[in-house]
């Protein structure tokens, strides 16, 4: 369970984090402006609401996909590197990935996500997918201030890019463990 000493454990040894990866990889064009803006850390009231929001979320989801069973998971090893990569996919189906991203500012996001998922946000979802033999994301964007009582949702359904993977990230994820 996401959290837990376990949880903790599994990971501390491991390449996990898709943002971390993509600019060791260098899928994103501004990489090291990237990493200098990100290595700040995020305030405590920042992760917290993300966190908060999460098991909410993750409800509306279950709600949007009544056809599917929703649970949530642990750390998954990656297949082909079990002892140096995994990931923390939030939920899973069947046959997807679940990640949600519950934003404090939705301008934040909005700008990060529309129209279409980030790069580094990306590399995580290969990652995600490739650890948990998936075959797409739902990629949630969950919004939702404390004086509002609807939710603002985005889902972006995103397939696994095979070709991405194999011709780009996999040989530089390689470089990077």
């Known amino acids: 369970m996401q959290g837990s000493a376990?949880?903790?454990?599994?990971?501390?040894s491991r390449v996990v984090r898709g943002s971390e990866a993509s600019l060791c990889l260098n899928l994103m064009p501004d990489s090291q402006a990237h990493y200098?803006?990100?290595?700040?850390?995020?305030p405590a009231y920042l992760a917290d609401?993300?966190?908060?929001r999460e098991p909410e979320a993750l409800q509306y989801v279950r709600c949007l996909l009544p056809?599917?069973?929703?649970?949530?998971?642990?750390?998954?090893?990656l297949p082909e590197d079990p002892e140096r990569v995994g990931a923390s996919p939030d939920a899973l189906t069947l046959n997807a990935v679940v990640e949600i991203k519950a934003p404090y500012h939705l301008r934040y996001d909005?700008?990060?996500?529309?129209?279409?998922i980030p790069v580094e946000r990306v590399?995580?979802?290969?990652?995600?997918?490739?650890?948990?033999?998936?075959?797409?994301?739902y990629y949630v964007l969950y919004?939702?201030?404390?004086?509002e009582h609807a939710p603002r949702v985005l889902v972006f359904l995103y397939e696994r890019n095979d070709a991405l993977w194999c011709e780009f990230i996999a040989p530089r994820l390689r470089l990077f463990i």
Not at 67 to 77: H, M, N, S
Not at 110 to 116: D, E, K
């Open 110 to 116: 909005t700008a990060y996500c529309w129209p279409c």
């Open 49 to 52: 609401h993300g966190k908060a």
């Open 6 to 12: 376990q949880w903790h454990a599994d990971r501390d």
């Open 67 to 77: 056809d599917e069973c929703v649970w949530t998971c642990g750390f998954c090893p």
């Open 143 to 147: 919004f939702r201030r404390d004086d």
């Open 36 to 42: 200098e803006q990100r290595r700040t850390p995020i």
């Open 123 to 137: 590399v995580q979802l290969e990652l995600e997918m490739r650890c948990t033999r998936r075959t797409h994301t």
